[in-house]
């Protein structure tokens, strides 16, 4: 394959156009040597308690054989449903040290969401935290699941601080409904227990799934991106490389509020700056922005990655603006669209560029970023990755000039193997010669920079967030007293969009906090609509289809 590569003429001085993407045969074989090489260093803190290397390697090993003796087996699938916690990366390596696929899941996902993506996967056991228990309790029976590993907020901290933290969460709180999971492990008698019981460590093959992350893609069905060594470890590459010119300060300490379980997080500060010793602080509740801020004032932060509304909502806090940035030399935006007025106010604030990168779930997940110094280009999704190519074709699948509009493909080593169990998916999104269709709109410029126009599909972003109006059509749709309902996306300052439905009835009583509460019932609370028009009837094609553009049309008028 040959493409021409206008970007690398703009490429920041010591960034490759080229990794090794043959380095690591695979994420375990990474493990291996970072565990190695920064043994006694702090690896991650969450609420003030760390974990070493050295201690992360031993009690993921101790993970892997928990799981291993409670019968999994190589290619067996395992969710890890929990916020930011030391849990979570010793879960994750142990499990991947045992041969076990990862299923990452979003812990907010309502028992319908849980139990799709459970069943989908065919997940075998669950490690989940105690607070969404009662969740799993209403659909485990619905599903494979045979081993559940439940864990409280405060389960690795000391004993005192571990009482403190549990008592808050559980009694003063009320965090943790009651729940009732017939032979349930804590995660502490997990380590236990497979203390007990030894095995050799699995490294796998580069092209060996090793995690599904659930996304929906160009299309509403939630599916699972089969994720491999080669794509993760190629995107860690990828990463680092531009990275590690800007990294100039020693004793990297990055500040983590994005949940692990968000592709986002999970590849860039999980991986890709663990692997080069990074001191990762987590932050179990991003919405809780004083806890953020309280991290900037613990810790000489040198690297914050987030979204456009994580660092508005910063900016806007009355105690940010007094903080000590002098440490902070790296910020990227990811997940949803950077804001020009947000990003000049941060280097306002902070002295510190924030560089706006783009990418999907399906390709492990970054493609491009803006360069980390003065040559970024604010409302650019930057350049392409090292070994990646970015392309703006037409409606045929031609490739478009500079300043041409069209949908953007992506080829590189972290494009995914393809959708689990969903070949007909797959061939709609990934061509023949290996090219993601990203169903993103956008154009390139004469230097290479890209930028995104619009998305192709409907699909709505909330903080981040894909959601996709088939599925909130069909939940809202699934109530007795409605006739017919559409969903889009309409403009919000806080979140980029909210999701707004049209309902016409079926019954005259029916009453919007009806709908609202039907919603929540069965939708995470960022899916749930903020905005609810009732009408006598939707527009339609000459064939009955509804028309989400014509009601886009009219909301933007």
């Given amino acids: 394959m040959t493409t021409e590569r206008p970007w690398l003429k703009n490429y920041p001085s010591g960034i490759p156009s080229n990794i090794n993407v ?47 003796q409670r019968g999994f087996e190589k290619g067996d699938k395992i969710a890890l449903m929990m916020p930011n916690l030391l849990q ?34 065919d997940v075998k056991g669950v490690v989940i935290a ?9 659909i485990i029976s619905k599903t494979n699941i045979k081993t559940v590993v439940v864990t409280s907020i405060g389960e690795m901290h000391g004993f005192i601080k571990r009482n403190v933290v549990n008592f808050a969460v559980r009694t003063l709180k009320r965090m943790v ?16 227990e497979g203390k007990k019981f030894s095995y050799e460590v699995h490294r796998g093959a580069p092209e060996d799934v090793i995690l599904l992350q659930y996304t929906g893609g160009t299309t509403g069905v939630s599916k699972g991106a089969m994720l491999t060594n080669k794509n993760l470890v190629a995107n860690m590459e990828q990463i680092q490389a531009w990275m590690m010119p800007f990294m100039t300060k020693p004793n990297q300490i990055a500040l983590s509020p994005l949940p692990m379980y ?7 500060n999980c991986l890709a700056l663990m692997s080069i010793g990074t001191h990762t602080v987590l932050v179990t509740n991003a919405r809780d922005i004083g806890s953020i ?42 997940g949803m669209a950077v804001q020009t007025a947000v990003a000049k106010k941060w280097r306002e604030v902070t002295g510190c560029h924030l560089a706006e990168g783009f990418g999907m779930t399906e390709t492990s997940p970054v493609v491009t970023v803006n360069p980390l110094d003065d040559s970024l280009r604010l409302g650019s999704i930057g350049l392409p990755l090292s070994s990646t190519d970015v392309r703006i074709v037409n409606d045929d699948g031609q490739p478009l000039g500079v300043g041409e509009v069209g949908e953007i493909q992506v080829h590189g080593p972290q494009v ?81 969009e909210v999701v707004k439905v049209f309902v016409v009835k079926k019954e005259g009583s029916l009453t919007e906090s009806e709908v609202i509460d039907h919603c929540r019932e069965n939708l995470t609370g960022y899916k749930v609509p903020k905005h609810l028009e009732f009408r006598d009837e939707l527009p339609k094609s000459n064939v009955g289809k509804i028309l989400r553009r014509v009601l886009k049309d009219e909301e933007n008028a």
């Fill in 262 to 268: 968000h592709i986002f997080a999970f590849s860039v």
């Fill in 416 to 496: 995914m193997k393809g959708y689990y169990n969903r070949p007909e998916e797959t061939a709609k999104t990934i061509t023949a010669d290996g090219w993601l269709n990203t169903g993103d709109i956008g154009k390139m410029d004469a230097d290479g920079f890209f930028s995104i126009v619009d998305r192709k599909k409907d699909m709505i972003l909330v903080s981040g967030f894909n959601v996709y109006p088939n599925e909130v059509e069909d939940v809202i749709a699934s109530h007795p007293k409605v006739l017919e309902v559409a969903a889009i996306g309409v403009p919000d300052e806080k979140s980029t």
């Fill in 130 to 138: 105690e607070n969404f228990a009662h969740n799993l309790e209403k």
């Fill in 293 to 334: 801020i309280k991290e900037f004032k613990n810790y000489k932060v040198t690297l914050f990655t987030g979204v456009n509304t994580l660092y508005n909502a910063l900016l806007n806090h009355k105690d940010f603006a007094a903080l000590d940035f002098s440490s902070l030399n790296i910020t990227v935006g990811g």
């Fill in 88 to 121: 979570y990366p010793i879960a994750l390596f142990g499990a991947l040290r045992a041969g076990i696929v990862v299923v990452n899941t979003n812990p907010l996902y309502t028992p319908r969401e849980m139990e799709h993506q459970f069943t989908d996967a």
């Fill in 177 to 192: 409904p009651a729940y009732n999971l017939a032979n349930a492990v804590n995660f502490k008698a997990a380590l236990s």
């Fill in 22 to 68: 043959d380095k690591y045969g695979s994420l375990v074989e990474m493990f291996d040597a970072v565990f190695t090489k920064y043994k006694t260093l702090p690896a991650f803190t969450c609420m003030g308690s760390s974990i070493t290397f050295e201690e992360l390697d031993k009690k993921s090993k101790q993970f892997g054989g928990f799981l291993l």
